[in-house]
């Protein structure tokens, strides 16, 4: 693993990751308190991370926003929703403005980008449960969301990654409709997730929905039906 320093907002800091050519794809996960990083930082930097990826031609993002972002405000707890539009709002303005680098027609529309929108995040051991829903989220493991995020790059025909053609269907009850397991040819890209996750590649979907355009996932870890 290598690690780099400098500012996600920084064209040249950012391109550093880029420069030996071995990226397969990016994970954004930007954060921190508004009045430390400013009011725009989270829309900044995913737009700087997108013009080194069209620079390097890389294709594949996922992109970790929240439950409530978007048009998945519904989705999201009341208690939630009431932050969201109080102490958060400054936050999910910047959250929602950084989707719409993909999602409305942005800089990142042409990418294969997924938008990844855990419940509430937990620290605990990762479960291997990994619903994508529609309906009022639960809590979900931060180690189960980056075993989401990491097959959403390596997997090469991972569903819930931006495609051309629209499609929609439940997968809730259809075993063939399931997330299906990565190809066991891709030896090394287990490897590298199980080093990420310290589980098992990923484990079973209770329940899910492919989303508009497989794009836009809601997550948690919830087990009950």
């Known amino acids: 693993m290598h690690r780099y320093k400098g500012s996600v907002t920084n064209a040249a800091d950012v391109e550093k990751v880029f420069e030996g050519g071995d990226v ?17 930082m989270l829309t900044d930097g995913t737009a700087t991370v997108i013009a080194a990826m069209k620079k390097y031609d890389v294709k594949r993002v996922a992109v970790v926003t929240s439950i409530g972002a ?11 929703k009431m932050l969201m539009m109080t102490v958060m709002s400054s936050i999910f303005t910047d959250k929602n403005n950084q989707e719409a680098l993909f999602t409305d027609g942005g800089v990142g529309r042409d990418l294969e980008w997924c938008i990844v929108r855990p419940g509430g995040l937990t620290v605990e051991k990762p479960t291997g449960v990994i619903n994508v829903i529609e309906g009022e989220a639960g809590s979900i493991a ?26 929609y269907y439940d997968a809730t009850s259809t075993p063939s409709t399931r997330r299906p397991h990565a190809d066991p040819k891709d030896a090394v890209h ?27 996932c809601a997550l948690d870890s919830n087990t009950s039906a």
């Open 142 to 167: 931060r180690a189960d969301v980056a075993d989401f995020c990491i097959g959403a790059i390596l997997e090469k025909d991972f569903p819930y990654a931006r495609r051309p053609r629209l499609r």
């Open 190 to 216: 287990l490897e590298r997730r199980r080093h990420v996750v310290g589980q098992r590649p990923f484990g079973r979907r209770q329940r899910g929905y492919d989303c508009l355009e497989g794009s836009l």
């Open 70 to 80: 978007g048009d998945s405000k519904d989705q999201a707890p009341f208690m939630f």
């Open 24 to 40: 397969e794809g990016v994970i954004i996960s930007l954060g921190g308190k508004t009045k430390d990083v400013g009011p725009t």
